[in-house]
């Protein structure tokens, strides 16, 4: 069976880290894109940013540039977000999917189950 389990989320300051992570089973990470959404409590999931299979193209919605990063380490089959100066509108449950930008909020793919993170003082 093709899962992928997120984890890292918690509460932060503003201003704070978290590193999310990733891990696909069932199925061989290297051969994917693979992206980060969120979905804030009430509104709709949202792209934050994708990558290609071998971690050289990167993309990132404009409000996290500079602030996330997204990497990946293809021989343990895991997927990353680094997460810096954390502000409270990034408040979300963060989700890890295969595939490559906005297209897959519409599209039937594979999505983990979802870590939570709340920045809050």
């Known amino acids: 069976e093709e899962q992928l389990v997120e984890s890292g989320g918690g509460m932060v300051q503003p201003g704070g880290s978290l590193r999310l992570s990733c891990v696909a089973s069932?199925?061989?990470?290297?051969?994917?894109?693979m992206s980060w959404v969120r979905q804030a409590s009430g509104k709709g999931p949202e792209w934050v940013s994708s990558?290609?299979?071998?971690?050289?193209?990167?993309a990132y919605a404009n409000f996290v540039k500079g602030r996330f990063t997204i990497s990946r380490d293809n021989a343990k089959n895991a997927l990353y977000l680094e997460m810096n100066n954390l502000e409270p509108e990034d408040t979300a449950l963060y989700y890890c999917?295969?595939?490559?930008?906005?297209?897959?909020?519409?599209?039937?793919?594979?999505w983990g189950q979802g870590t939570q993170v709340t920045v809050s003082t």
């Open positions: 990558i290609d299979p071998n971690g050289l193209g990167t």
């Open positions: 069932g199925f061989t990470l290297s051969t994917f894109d």
């Open positions: 999917a295969r595939g490559w930008g906005e297209l897959i909020l519409v599209q039937s793919g594979l």
